[in-house]
């Protein structure tokens, strides 16, 4: 069975801070994807970066950075120097061949002027 | 170009009511996908098409009924639904067969209210 945790359900910070958001899975596979996507008020999934197991390499994307660690089953996202328009839900996702996509809680991310 | 398209984007109904939810894609996709996501949860999977066909019912009651014209096309049929069905209901695609590999594409979304 997978299953994604992401302990924080809320993180407020002012604008320019930097804001760390945690994803944890499980997963008996060795073949996976991680992926995380922005979930702003309008309502749609934005996605923002799929991750193979075997790609453990960090990445960073303009003010966004993931840091995937195999040996700790976490794959954090980064966001630096926040900006009010990154104020939305953020999910962390597990995705298997032959299984579904499975999602974390999520993580409501709200950036104040 | 990576566009899910879904109409309506709100949507009231009576419980008696038939009504239809519709999404497209021009991306080639060969999977496509029904989410429900309920506020403050994580979306859940309803339904997945591969190549047309019904790959996935996640014992979803009969009164959520989908449809797949053509490669491009996904209907979700409703018909005497209950309060509780009030949701977000999120289409969306994939390239790859169904399953959790590939990226899948989200549209806005379809805001459906139950009376």
């Known amino acids: 069975a997978q299953k994604v945790t992401q302990a924080q359900t809320e993180i407020s910070v002012v604008e320019k801070e930097d804001v760390t958001l945690d994803c944890v899975y499980e997963?008996?596979?060795?073949?996976?994807?991680l992926f995380w996507y922005k979930q702003p008020p309008s309502g749609e999934l934005v996605f923002l970066i799929r991750?193979?197991?075997?790609?453990?390499q960090n990445e960073i994307s303009g003010r966004y950075s993931w840091n995937f660690q195999k040996s700790t089953s976490s794959f954090n996202f980064t966001i630096t120097a926040s900006q009010v328009v990154d104020s939305a839900v953020y999910f962390c996702?597990?995705?298997?061949?032959?299984?579904?996509?499975?999602f974390g809680g999520g993580t409501r991310v709200l950036v104040k002027p | 170009d990576t566009e899910v398209t879904q109409t309506p984007k709100h949507l009231v109904m009576g419980m008696t009511n038939k009504k239809s939810l519709k999404c497209e894609q021009h991306?080639?996709?060969?999977?496509m996908y029904w989410y429900k996501q309920k506020a403050k949860k994580p979306p859940e999977l309803m339904f997945v098409?591969?190549?047309?066909?019904?790959?996935i019912n996640e014992s979803v009651p009969s009164r959520f009924s989908p449809e797949c014209p053509n490669s491009s096309l996904l209907n979700l049929h409703l018909h005497a639904l209950q309060p509780e069905d009030s949701a977000l209901y999120l289409c969306?695609?994939?390239?790859?067969?169904?399953?959790?590999?590939?990226?899948?594409?989200f549209g806005p979304g379809t805001r459906l209210t139950v009376l």
């Open positions: 969306a695609s994939s390239q790859g067969l169904a399953g959790g590999t590939d990226t899948q594409y």
């Open positions: 997963t008996r596979d060795t073949t996976y994807y």
């Open positions: 991750r193979n197991s075997f790609d453990e």
């Open positions: 996702a597990l995705g298997a061949a032959g299984n579904k996509l499975t």
């Open positions: 991306m080639g996709h060969r999977a």
């Open positions: 098409y591969s190549y047309e066909k019904l790959s």
